[in-house]
Structures are given as C-alpha cells and as structure tokens.
C-alpha cells in the first residue's frame, strides 16, 4: 500500500488566492511526521514545513499551513495569498519514527500553476 | 555555508558505462541518502546510510551501489545493470530522528546516450 498519496497531479490558481494541496497518508507507527517540500524547476528539494504526529496545533510557516486531520490520515498543505514564485511542484512525504528504518516516503506530487 | 554538493549538475552516460555521482555534505550528519526521480513522478530510495561502513538497500537498489569511507561523503555509482538510468538523483542527509526532515542536494540529471 502506498505510504503517502497526492491524488491531484495538477492544479491551477489565480494569483493572491488560496489553495489547498491534498495529502493522505498510512501508517501504523504512532509517531510520525508530516513533511512538504516544494520543487521549482531547477530541480533543488525545498523544506516548507513539517507537522509532528503529537502535535497538537496546526503547523504554520508564513504563508503555508497544514491543515492536520489525524483521525482521517490527512495532511493538507494550504497556500495563502498565492505568488507566482509558488509555480511548483510540491512533495507530500513522511518519516515513521519507532520503526527506526529513518526514511522518508514521498507521494507522487501536486504540480501548482499560478495564473496571473 | 553547511549543505549538500553533489556533482556534475549533468552527466552523460554511453551504454554500457558505469559512472559515479557526487555527494559531499559538511553538515554533519549522520544519514545520507540516494534518491532517484523520473519525470512527474515522486522520488524512490536507491540507498541509504545511517554511519561511517554501513549501508542498506531501499526499494530500487538493483544496478547501482555505494560506498560510505568517509561521513561526508556518500557516493553512487550506477552500473551497467541499470537498465534504465536516465533520471534525475537526489542526494540528501539528515540527524538521526531529526523532526525536521532531510536536506537536500541540488541533484544530478544523468542521462543515457
């Protein structure tokens, strides 16, 4: 079974909206974290931000958010006030902290167009 | 500035070569990591390396190999039994456990001509 899934390949938003990317994941290790990376480009693996299984709040970093649901395994990226330096793709992925094989599993990307 | 070289940005390949790709890291970290990417799709573990003289395979080991002498430095070779190696490879390196994900390098596109 895949560990991270991203089931939308493309989408697109105007300039200064938001925009939510999906992310759903499986596991049964308790504790865990949650990571986004965006990947312009020029190929380099950007850290956005990263949300700990016991985590109780939301995380945050400036303009991006994750919006955790535990119970539903979801692990949303939002984008607020969309630039069109955002034009990406972006990386769901996570890493199981008790199994101790210390990798991180991707899922197969959200591409992100920003219309002017 | 601590980070992740890896070297060449490009790298053509005759059939039937093996070549190797670059990782130096200066960061200190314990654990490096071999990832490879095909266009639009998510990255897959080649190899990984947790110390110095250890390293284990991830889900598509098969045709490349690494060594680990030195913690700084994490090389790949892909060898002739690659049978399909033109893709783009990420190298990256973390702490053990470290909440915050790995760093990466800025990759090596390879390809076969």
């Known amino acids: 079974a895949q560990k991270i899934t991203q089931t939308q390949p493309g989408m697109f938003v105007q300039e200064k909206e938001a925009v939510t990317l999906d992310c759903t994941y499986d596991?049964?290790?308790?504790?865990?974290?949650l990571f986004w990376y965006k990947q312009p480009s020029s190929g380099e693996m950007i850290f956005l931000i990263y949300q700990g299984s016991y985590d109780q709040q939301n995380a945050t970093e400036g303009r991006y958010s994750l919006n955790f649901q535990k119970a539903r395994k979801s692990a949303n990226l939002v984008i607020s006030a969309s630039q069109l330096g955002d034009s990406a793709m972006y990386f769901c992925a996570m890493r199981e902290f008790q199994t101790g094989a210390n990798n991180l599993f991707f899922g197969t990307g959200t591409r992100l167009t920003v219309i002017p | 500035d601590g980070g992740i070289t890896q070297s060449p940005k490009y790298l053509f390949r005759k059939e039937g070569q093996n070549v190797t790709l670059s990782c130096e890291q200066n960061l200190n970290h314990d654990a490096m990591y071999w990832y490879r990417q095909d266009p639009g799709q998510g990255l897959r573990l080649i190899y990984y390396s947790q110390i110095v003289n250890d390293f284990q395979k991830g889900d598509i080991a098969e045709g490349y190999s690494v060594s680990r002498e030195k913690k700084e430095s994490f090389p790949l070779t892909v060898t002739s039994a690659q049978k399909n190696p033109t893709a783009f490879y990420l190298c990256?390196?973390?702490?053990?456990?470290?909440?915050?994900?790995?760093?990466f390098g800025s990759g090596t596109r390879l390809t076969v001509v």
């Open positions: 596991t049964s290790d308790p504790s865990y974290g």
């Open positions: 990256a390196s973390s702490l053990p456990r470290e909440h915050y994900g790995y760093t």
